[in-house]
C-alpha cells in the first residue's frame, strides 16, 4: 500500500512538471487583435504615416507569428509555446513604437525581425544534439573574442563607447551577437567541467570577454556579462562564498578604475541628480520621468506621447514610451514576462535531459531579466544609467537578433520543445 501511495505521488509530481501547455491559438489571436490595435492607433493618430507603411509591415508580422505558430503547431505537433508568446508580444510592441516614431526605419527593424527569428530556429536545431554544442564550444570562444577585439579596434567613438562597427553602410553591436556566444560557451563548458584547467580556461575566455567591453567603454554590457557569469557560476558550484568574494574583487576593481580614470565616474555624475542637470546631461531622463507618468493606466495612446521627441526615445528610453503611450497595465505586464521567463527556466531546469540545458537556459533568463532592470532602474534614476536597450523592445537589430538568440536557450530547456524527447517525457507519465 506505501509503494502504491508512493508511485501515485511520483507520478503526480511527473503530470505536474510536464502540465498541459497552454492554448497557444487563443493567445495568439488576442495577440493579433492587440497588434492591429496598435496599427488603427497609429494610423489615427499619425496620418503622416503611409498606410502602405503600415500594412506591410504589420501585415508581414501578423503572417509571420501565425505561419510559424501553424507549422509548428498544426503541421509539426509540437507544444509548449509559451516562451514564442512572450517572445512575439515583446517584438510586436517594439515594432509598433519604430514605426510609429521612424516609419522610414520600420522595414529595416522588421527585417530584424525576420533574422532574430531565424536564429532562434536554427538555435534550436544547433541546441538538440549536446555533441554538437560541446564540439562547437572552442570555435564558438575564439570567434566571440575575436569579434569583441576587432570591435575596439574598428569601431568609432559613439557617445563616449567603441561598440559600433558599420558594414556596408550598416551598423551593427556585436557585443550584442557575443552575448549569445558568452552563454553558449560558459553552460558548454560548465556541463562538461572535468578539471581545474578546464575552469582556467573558461575562466580566461570569460574575464577576456569583460576586459574587452571595459575597453570598449561598454560598461552597461560588460556588466551584464559579469552578471551573467555570476549566474552561471553559482549554477555550477553552488557555492555561495565564493560569489561574494567574487563580487567582491569586481567592486575592489570599479573602485580603482574609478579613482585612476576618473572621466568614467563623469559618465554618472547626474545619477541621483537628475532635476539639477535637467536641461543638458540629465535632459533624457527628466522628460522619461516627466512624460512617462502622464500615461496613466492605459496611455495616452500610440503617437500621443512627448518622450517620442526626445533623442534615443525608441531606443535607450523605450521602457519610458511603453508607459506613456501604452500605460502603465502594459508596461507592468512587460516587466513580468521577463520574470515568467526566468521562472519558467527555473520551473523546467530539474527536469532537462542534461545541465547544459539548466544551465544555459537559466543564464540567458537572468541575463534578459537583468538587463531589463538596469534598463528600467537607469532611466528612472534608481541605478546609475548605464544606457542599456530594453530586449525585443529597444529599436536595434543586432539586439533583436541577440534577443531571439538567448530565448532559443530557454525553450531548448523543455524537453516538449524536441519530439523524440517528448516521447520519452510522456511515456515517463504513465
Known amino acids: 500500500m506505501a509503494q502504491e501511495n508512493t508511485r501515485k505521488k511520483q507520478k503526480k509530481k511527473r503530470t505536474k512538471k510536464y502540465r498541459k501547455p497552454v492554448n497557444w491559438l487563443i493567445l495568439l489571436i488576442i495577440m ?139 551598423s551593427i553591436q556585436p557585443s550584442e551577437i557575443v552575448k549569445i556566444g558568452f552563454v553558449f560557451v560558459g553552460a558548454a563548458t560548465l556541463e562538461y567541467l572535468q578539471s581545474t584547467r578546464s575552469l582556467t580556461k573558461y575562466l580566461i575566455f570569460a574575464l577576456s570577454c569583460i576586459g574587452c567591453l571595459f575597453l570598449m567603454k561598454d560598461f552597461g554590457t560588460a556588466l551584464i556579462f559579469f552578471f551573467t557569469f555570476l549566474i552561471m557560476a553559482f549554477l555550477r558550484s553552488g557555492d555561495i562564498k565564493t560569489i561574494f568574494l567574487v563580487c567582491a574583487a569586481a567592486l575592489g576593481g570599479g573602485g580603482l578604475v574609478l579613482t585612476f580614470k576618473p572621466y568614467v565616474a563623469k559618465r554618472f555624475e547626474t545619477y541621483r541628480h537628475v532635476w539639477e542637470y535637467a536641461n543638458d546631461r540629465g535632459y533624457q531622463q527628466a522628460r522619461l520621468l516627466i512624460y512617462s507618468v502622464s500615461g496613466g493606466l492605459f496611455g495616452l495612446g500610440i503617437g500621443n506621447g512627448k518622450l517620442r521627441y526626445v533623442y534615443a526615445a525608441t531606443e535607450d528610453l523605450a521602457f519610458g514610451m511603453v508607459c ?107
Not at 347 to 362: D, G, L, M
Not at 378 to 403: A, K, Q, Y
Open 324 to 430: 506613456e503611450e501604452f500605460g502603465i497595465i502594459i508596461a507592468f505586464a512587460v516587466l513580468l514576462t521577463f520574470v515568467a521567463l526566468v521562472v519558467y527556466s527555473i520551473r523546467y531546469a530539474v527536469a532537462a535531459r542534461s545541465s547544459f540545458y539548466s544551465i544555459a537556459a537559466c543564464a540567458a533568463s537572468g541575463l534578459l531579466l537583468f538587463q531589463a532592470a538596469l534598463h528600467v532602474f537607469g532611466v528612472t534614476d534608481l541605478l546609475p544609467w548605464t544606457g542599456v536597450t530594453l530586449p525585443f523592445i529597444s529599436r536595434g537589430g543586432s539586439s533583436m537578433m541577440c534577443c531571439w538568440g538567448l530565448v532559443a536557450f530557454i525553450k531548448a530547456i523543455d524537453v516538449k520543445t524536441y519530439k523524440r524527447y517528448d516521447k520519452v517525457a510522456a511515456e515517463s507519465i504513465k
Open 32 to 170: 493579433t487583435v492587440f497588434q492591429l490595435v496598435c496599427a488603427v492607433q497609429i494610423n489615427m493618430n499619425s496620418p503622416d504615416i503611409p498606410l502602405t507603411t503600415l500594412y506591410i509591415v504589420f501585415g508581414a508580422y501578423i503572417a509571420i507569428e501565425w505561419a510559424y505558430f501553424i507549422f509548428f503547431g498544426a503541421v509539426l505537433h509540437r507544444k509548449s509555446f509559451e516562451i514564442e508568446l512572450i517572445a512575439f508580444f515583446l517584438t510586436g510592441i517594439g515594432l509598433t513604437l519604430t514605426t510609429s516614431v521612424y516609419p522610414d526605419k520600420a522595414f529595416v527593424q522588421l527585417a530584424a525581425v525576420i533574422m532574430g527569428i531565424a536564429v532562434f530556429i536554427v538555435m534550436l536545431w544547433v541546441l538538440s544534439d549536446i555533441d554538437r554544442v560541446v564540439k562547437l564550444r572552442v570555435p564558438v570562444a575564439v570567434v566571440s573574442v575575436l569579434t569583441l577585439v576587432a570591435t575596439r579596434l574598428l569601431a568609432h567613438n559613439i557617445n563616449g563607447a567603441y561598440n559600433w562597427i558599420r558594414i556596408g553602410g550598416v
